[in-house]
């Protein structure tokens, strides 16, 4: 096996069951994507829409990809025809806008809603208030091209492991709230994608479902222009 396979493969040892592993390739090059591919894995992760689109256009297409960035309302329609599920939805204006590419290309959409769960106030995300706003409304369930799979959030970029637990903790929270108030009975909204390479093991631990890794994977980030 290849060294990306290699790593993947020790990443996925060390999770339960029933969380699945996100490839972050953003910035990574075809031929490490298709590396990775060929290990066996094909759950992978963009946060450019122009990027993801490219590359989708140059690899085997049973990949499942991820849109896991801030998506600008007009850049959805690049990801619409063939994006699984795309993790940042943190806006109304944001949700109908992928409805309304998702029924151009005759497509149900997957979606997690993002939340604002670390102490930095750069990151993206709603409160839980924003978010019951939005699922109370009467157009929310005008929405047939999307569907809420679950939740999504990042939690501070910080060594103290137990504010990282606690924010993990509170998304599991907000998860379990959600549920229970607007999704109870739907099998589909089952996702708490929450985790990166320096703190996977504390959001398995915490309830995630899908972890982001690529560092841990693909080397540092190398950054380029959009």
């Not at 409160?127 to 047939?144: I, M, S, V």
Request: hydrophobic letters at 40%; charged letters at 25%.
């Amino acid at each position: 096996m290849s060294i990306i396979g290699d790593k993947i493969a020790s990443i996925k040892g060390q999770l339960p069951d029933n969380v699945r592993l996100v490839a972050v390739s953003k910035t990574k090059p075809i031929e490490m994507i298709q590396e990775a591919y060929e290990s066996g894995h094909k759950i992978f992760g963009e946060n450019k829409a122009l990027e993801l689109r490219d590359k989708y256009e140059a690899l085997p297409k049973d990949i499942h990809w991820h849109f896991i960035g801030h998506l600008q309302t007009n850049k959805v329609k690049y990801i619409a025809p063939f994006v699984k599920l795309i993790h940042a939805v943190d806006s109304f204006k944001l949700l109908k806008e992928i409805n309304k590419q998702a029924a151009k290309n005759d497509r149900i959409i997957s979606c997690l809603l993002q939340f604002h769960i670390a102490s930095e106030e750069t990151k993206f995300g709603m409160n839980p208030k924003e978010a019951y706003d939005l699922l109370n409304k009467p157009e929310f369930k005008e929405l047939k091209n999307i569907k809420i799979t679950g939740v999504m959030g990042m939690a501070s970029n910080t060594f103290d492991t137990d504010l990282v637990r606690q924010e993990f903790a509170y998304l599991r929270e907000i998860f379990q709230n959600i549920r229970f108030d607007f999704f109870l009975g739907n099998i589909f909204f089952r996702e708490i994608s929450m985790g990166m390479s320096g703190d996977f093991m504390i959001a398995a631990q915490e309830g995630s479902t899908l972890v982001r890794i690529g560092s841990s994977i693909f080397g540092e980030r190398s950054y380029s222009k959009d």
